[in-house]
């Protein structure tokens, strides 16, 4: 009897038949994970998604997205984000809209996965994770009331925004390099806000910074709050000298924080290849992890590029690689010697379709 499982928000109940076995379980949604999921239900493989309680990962905070093929008129992120999910369930893939919880990862081929949302158990044969990353904030007041109204992560996605306009970067490593000179290209004027005297960007990037026109550094501030104007936008933000604790106002509409991402890595770090970073280590050019029958896509693997398109893209990769994967490797039913029969045999079906 395949279980049932029941996600509540507060605008729906959903209940979700689970398998005994499942072929393949997608944790984390956004670009990625949907992507995947997409490309496995077509393949007839009936993926199953723990999407999170906040589907849709980070695009659900953005506002316009421009820069994603094939929206001309560009699109909301949670619209796209709704799109996105809309696509993959019309080809069946099943959701939970709730957290995994753990994952106890196997380490030999055909071995099942367990991936657990609170008490339930999900075992299956392929694992797809998705779990993205997050931009570090940096907890200041205005902040998050703030963000979309002026206070931005991603200067590529939102530096058209800013034709014209006074902002700052926060932060002073790669990131912050190349989101001011990116910025610069639309921005008056982009003031680099930096806690320390010293940059831990590479030489070329911080030259890059320095030489165009309209980029200024300022250190060692750090920023102390956002200020809201009539409007309820971004309109000021107050910066404190770390040296003599003085504090100074900059009048600015666009604040991009670059100040590092952290990816959502913790539930299998242990378990897979991280970088120091806490990225998910991926082999070649491929979305497969270490561990057999464990893929990895999207930001959990990227702290280059960190692009819808390319998270999707990687999507897609994971999912193919999970479908030669399932393709090639029975289940291993002696793993599961202590299996009950019924799943013994429920294995070798689903091995066999
Ligand atoms: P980094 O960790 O390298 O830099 C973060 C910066 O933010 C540091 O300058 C740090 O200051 C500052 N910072 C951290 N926390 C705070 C805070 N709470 N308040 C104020 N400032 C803070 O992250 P990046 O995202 O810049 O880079 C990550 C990795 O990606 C690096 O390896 C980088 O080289 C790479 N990268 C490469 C690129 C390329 O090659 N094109 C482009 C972008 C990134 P402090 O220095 O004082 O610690």
Known sequence: MPALYTSESKVRVMTTEIKDIENVVIVGSGPAGYTAALYTSRADLDPL????FAWGGLLQQTTDVENYPGYPDGVLGPEMMQDFRNQAERFGARFITDDATKLDLATEPGELHVVHVGDQEIRARAVILAMGAEPKKLGVPGEDELA???????????AAFFRGAKTIVVGGGDTAMEDATFLSKFAGKVTIVHRRDDFRASAIMLQRAIDADNIELLTPYVVDRFEPGENGSLSKAILRN???DSH???????AFVAIGHRPNSQLVEDQVDVDPNGYVEVIGRSTKTKLPGVFAAGDLTDHIYRQAVTAAGTGCMAALDAEAYLRDTPVDAEAHWAAPPERIE???ESAAS
């Open 49 to 52: 998604m723990i999407e999170g």
């Open 148 to 158: 979309a109204r002026g206070v931005s992560y991603c200067a590529t996605c939102d």
């Open 242 to 244: 770390v040296e003599d």
């Open 248 to 254: 100074r106002e900059l009048p600015i509409t666009g």
């Open 346 to 348: 429920a294995a070798a």
